[in-house]
Structure formats: structure tokens, C-alpha cells
């Protein structure tokens, strides 16, 4: 579907008022997660909304965005307006992608694809999470034309690393995300008192089950055991669990009943998922086995900014991983000032984490970054309305953003700068 303006669409939903209709997706931040949360398990809410330890990053990454102002300028004359951008040799109709978030399966099945299929109809570009619940290439043949890039964590399997790069080239990725801040799984209260992992229930490991390195691993016998790791005990819920993971696995229950590559599988991948030995002499590696853009995700710090340009990457994202992996770590937003002055433009700067209207985007590139990466909000609307949830969420936030900036004086993303903005009381690193 063409992008709907703002105007347009607020005329469609004021005139389906008149006949008695009303959105099915709330419009606000707050009520979006309340309808989410009504419609998801308490595992799937705990692992799509948490954050590490008592969440207080993710308390600030929202909270950093009423610290910024905007100052609006008058009688511009913006009948008209273009917020497409270009990163990376494309064009973007708006500074806007989805950002990939691992096991969306716990909201709905094949979400990756119902996500991909959005993605296609409102041509907004999509972020592959590394931990999908379906084939990166499927979801591929989903997008159709539309642009997709590559989440990238690293393992501790340089081939297996490859073969990801490899195959996201194959299926028409147009960047690598690789992201840096999961090298050790964050403190998940939620998940912890729930005694809740998805990947142990073969959630989420798409990727890896779809892969030839991966499989030939499970093949020479490395998924019969993980070192040093404790065996549950045998329960009914084991059983059980057990049985939920056979289904999940590729193939269905029938077919995986009597394998043991299911469990194989889970194995190997919590033997192999992380690296807490990355450095950024892997970065140069990287940056030598591929063509495509590189982009590190989960910089905080200029330092950190530096290291990465000079490793070779060609862009950052500004994350702090939604407050998932360290509590207490600065906001996203806050962090991103002060790296925008290590690293001036053009060099590429995009942020995630808070993210929740179109006055939250305007506020993001005013402060430097290019294009920001929505999470949450989309997962909330897929919880809330499937397909035409995700597609809606988009749509709100996209048409929000354009009345903001046109209301404030900016008719395209290259007046959107820092006279746009009063952010006296937001400080970051220096």
C-alpha cells in the first residue's frame, strides 16, 4: 500500500467515526502496551516487555525524551513536505526501520513473516532479528521488494558467523547489524522468576536450525552435550517442555517425536549462542569477509564510537538494548549528543530504545541520528491486531512524526536539526 499522509488519514478515521467505527490499535503509548498486555501470556509478556534487573533503563530511555523540547517555528509554508532520506545508497521514504526482536513467535505463530508482510505494505524497511522463529530467507520472499537488513550476534563459531553473513547477502540484505551488547545475557527478572528461556523451547533458533554449519555441527555430535551444564530434572513440565520443543522444531511433532536433533539443536546453540571473548579485531575480520555496509549496534559511549569507525564499521546504532542487558546503563537518547559531536555527519548515526510517537523520532534526528529503529510499539501491535496491528503501529508513529515536523516548521529531515530542539536539561558522556 502507498504511504497514507497524515491528513489523509485522519480525514479516513474521523469519517469511519461518523458510521460508528473506531481503530481497533490504541493511538497512545501507554495504552498500546496496557491492550498487549491483555492479550499475551504471562511468558510471552515477560520476555517481550522486560528488562534487566529492576528496569530502570527502561524507565529512562522513555523518561529521556520528556527532558527534550521542541521549539517550533511559524508560518514556514510547508504545504508540502518529503521526509525520505538516503542511507547506505538507498532511499527511504521515512527515517524510520523495524528493529529486530528475537522470538516473536511467543506472540503469535510465524510472527517473523506477519511482520515481514507489514513490513512490505507500508514499505517500511525490516531489521532480520538473529533470533527469528523463520528463515531469514522466507521472510525475504515476504518482503518482496522492500529493503531488509541482517541482526548479526556473534558466536562462538566464526564459520557459523559467516554462513549468517552469507546467507544474508544471498536473500538481498542490504546491511549487517552486528550487535555487541549481548555477549553475555542480561540480569531478566522476569524471565527469571518464571524460569522462561523461548530458545530452550525452540523458539527463536530459526536461524540456526535453517543453517548448514549449524546442522553439520549437530551432525559431528556437538549438540550431545553441553560442558558443565546441569541436566534438569525429570518432571512432568520436563516432559512436557521437552514435547513443546519437538513440536516447535522444524518438521513438527510428528516428524521430530523420536529424534534427538531437537534437543541436540537446543544445546548447541546455548553452548554457542554468545561470545564474551569479542573484540574489535573481530570487527576488521568482518569487516574483510564482506561488501555490505557494517553498522555496530549497542554503542553508549564516544570512545566506543571511535573504536567502532575505526574498526572499520560504517555506521552505529545508539542502544542500550531496550534496558534488556545492563540496568542503570545511560539512556539511549542521552548517549546519543555526545557521540554525535565524536562522530559529525555524514558518518551514519541511528538510535533504538524509547522510541515511542512521531514526536519521539523528531526529537532523535534533531539530536544527530539519521533514522531511528522502532521495537516495542510493533511487537505491542502485532500482540494487539496481527498483520494490520504491526501495519497500524507504523502508520501512527510515521503520521505522527509528519504533523510534528510540519507543525514545527520542517518540511523535509534536513531541517530537523538542534535549533529545533531545547535539551538543556539532557546530558550524556563526555
Known amino acids: ?9 485522519q480525514k479516513a478515521i474521523f469519517l469511519a ?19 498487549a498486555q491483555q492479550r499475551l501470556s504471562a511468558r510471552a509478556w515477560a520476555y517481550i516487555d522486560g528488562g534487566a534487573s529492576d528496569e530502570v533503563s527502561i524507565t529512562a530511555n522513555v523518561n ?23 542511507l547506505f545508497g538507498q532511499d527511504l521514504a521515512f527515517p524510520l526501520l523495524l528493529a529486530p526482536i528475537g522470538a516473536l513467535d511467543l506472540i503469535c505463530p510465524g510472527a517473523d513473516r506477519v511482520v515481514a508482510r507489514a513490513c512490505r505494505n507500508v514499505g517500511i524497511p525490516m531489521i532480520f532479528s ?17 529493503s531488509r537488513w541482517f541482526q548479526l550476534y556473534w558466536s562462538k563459531s566464526d564459520d557459523l558467523v559467516l554462513s549468517f553473513v552469507r546467507r544474508a547477502e544471498t536473500c538481498g540484505c542490504s546491511a549487517i547489524v552486528l550487535t555487541v551488547d549481548t555477549t553475555l545475557l ?34 559431528h555430535g556437538e549438540g550431545t552435550a553441553v560442558s558443565g551444564a546441569p541436566k534438569p530434572k525429570v518432571t512432568l513440565a520436563t516432559i512436557r517442555n521437552l514435547l513443546q520443543l519437538k513440536a516447535n522444531y522444524p518438521g513438527g511433532f510428528a516428524q ?17 549462542y554468545s561470545n564474551p571473548a569479542l573484540s574489535w579485531e573481530q570487527v576488521i575480520w568482518l569487516r574483510r569477509q564482506t561488501k555490505l555496509p557494517i553498522l555496530i549496534k549497542g554503542i553508549l559511549r564516544p570512545d ?23 540496568d542503570g546503563a545511560i539512556s539511549s537518547l542521552s548517549a546519543l549528543k555526545a557521540i554525535r559531536k565524536t562522530l559529525p555527519k555524514p558518518f551514519p548515526i541511528l538510535l533504538d530504545s524509547g522510541i515511542r510517537s512521531g514526536s519521539d523520532i523528531f526529537k532523535v534526528l534533531a539530536l544527530g541520528a ?35 515536523a510540519r507543525l514545527a516548521g520542517c518540511r523535509n529531515v534536513q531541517e530537523i536539526d538542534e535549533s529545533m530542539i531545547d535539551d538543556q536539561s539532557l546530558t550524556g558522556p563526555v
Open 17 to 35: 467515526g461518523m458510521s460508528g467505527k473506531r481503530p481497533a490499535v490504541p493511538f497512545q503509548a501507554v495504552e498500546l502496551r496496557r491492550a
Open 130 to 146: 538473529n533470533q527469528a522463529g523463520t528463515p531469514m530467507e522466507t521472510c525475504a520472499q515476504d518482503l518482496g521488494n522492500t
Open 64 to 86: 529521556a525524551f520528556s527532558k527534550v523540547s521542541i521549539l517550533p517555528r511559524m508560518m514556514r509554508g510547508d504545504a508540502s513536505s518529503d521526509f525520505s532520506t538516503r
Open 256 to 272: 521430530n517425536l523420536f529424534r534427538k536433533a531437537p534437543l541436540e539443536a537446543v544445546r548447541l546453540f546455548t553452548n554457542i
Open 186 to 219: 542480561g540480569w531478566r527478572s522476569r524471565d527469571l522468576a518464571l524460569g522462561y528461556l523461548p530458545f530452550l523451547r525452540g523458539l527463536g533458533i530459526a536461524q540456526y536450525t535453517s543453517d548448514p554449519i549449524f546442522n553439520a555441527l549437530i551432525e
Open 304 to 326: 566506543d564510537a571511535l573504536k567502532a569507525m575505526d574498526a572499520g564499521a560504517d555506521g552505529i546504532v545508539v542502544s542500550n538494548h531496550g534496558g534488556r542487558q545492563v
Open 1 to 9: 500500500m502507498p504511504y497514507i499522509n497524515a491528513l489523509q488519514r
Open 370 to 404: 539519521d533514522a531511528v529503529l522502532l521495537g516495542r510499539p510493533y511487537a505491542y501491535g502485532l500482540a494487539v491486531g496481527g498483520q494490520l496491528g504491526v501495519e497500524e503501529v507504523i502508520l501512527n508513529m510515521l503520521n505522527d512524526f509528519e504533523l510534528t
